[in-house]
């Protein structure tokens, strides 16, 4: 225990992480992308049948965290995972 003591900095950088996970939709969305690989908003859009807008603004809480990362191809924006730990806590709490 005391090796955290007065590391402030690294528990809020880790409930950063948590927070931007505790959402419904969020989770969801992380999820599938680490079952199913790089997608776009609009398949999103598909899976979880919820506005582009909303999902739009809950993939800017995600990147902001440094959990997911977009990479543009042409007009589309293509999300992945960036975080391995979130990849592999998120496989932990669906096993």
């Not at 955290?4 to 969801?28: D, G, M, Q, T, W």
């Not at 680490?34 to 990147?63: A, F």
């Not at 730990?85 to 496989?91: A, L």
């Amino acid at each position: 225990m005391i090796k955290y003591k007065n590391n402030l900095e690294l528990f809020e950088e880790k409930s950063k992480l948590i927070k931007a996970l505790s959402h419904p939709v969020r989770l969801c969305i992380v999820k599938n992308l680490s079952t199913e690989g790089s997608t776009n908003v609009k398949n999103m859009q598909l899976c979880l049948d919820t506005p582009q807008s909303t999902i739009s603004q809950h993939l800017s809480i995600l990147k902001n965290a440094g959990i997911i990362t977009g990479n543009r191809c042409g007009l589309e924006v293509f999300y992945s995972i960036s975080n391995n730990k979130i990849k592999k806590i998120v496989e932990e709490i669906f096993n």
